[in-house]
């Protein structure tokens, strides 16, 4: 079995043996990261684009590097997310008497926020990732 589907599964067994609240803590403490990583890529972003606006090469080298960085860790950070939610949904669903739904919503709608919120800027980076594609070869 590869390493990457031992650790999911390492990681999924670890998530099952959480309690609710700490399992609400790890997923708090993933969204805070995501909304940091989110943060610095909409800085790059707009100031490639700002950039880009006066002329300049705003794209290039490191902060394109950074980018490039940010959207891979905002990507597996999202994943990450995106399990863990799915095992608070899990949890829930056996204990629907604790009320845990409209907290269980909250989560499912920041998912879904902060994936908008990196396709967003993702969508905004293509044009520099291109352009420094064809200026690199």
């Known amino acids: 079995m590869p390493s990457a ?27 805070n990261d995501i909304d940091s990583k989110l943060l610095s890529l909409g800085r790059l972003v707009s100031s490639a684009t700002r950039s ?14 950074q980018a490039e960085d940010l959207s891979t860790h905002v990507e597996l ?18 204990d629907e008497s604790n009320g845990s739904g409209h907290v269980l919503q909250r989560h499912v709608d920041i ?11 993702y969508v905004w980076l293509i044009p520099f990732y291109l352009l420094g594609a064809t200026k690199g070869s």
Do not use: C, I, M, P
């Open 52 to 65: 880009q606006r006066h002329g300049l090469n705003g794209a290039k080298g490191g902060s394109l590097h």
């Open 77 to 94: 950070l999202l994943k990450k997310l995106e399990t863990q939610v799915h095992t608070l949904r899990a949890r829930a669903d056996d």
């Open 111 to 121: 998912l879904q926020e902060y994936t908008r919120e990196f396709q967003r800027s």
């Open 5 to 31: 589907l031992l650790a999911n599964s390492d990681q999924d067994q670890q998530l099952e043996s959480l309690s609710w609240d700490e399992l609400g803590r790890l997923v708090k403490r993933t969204e």
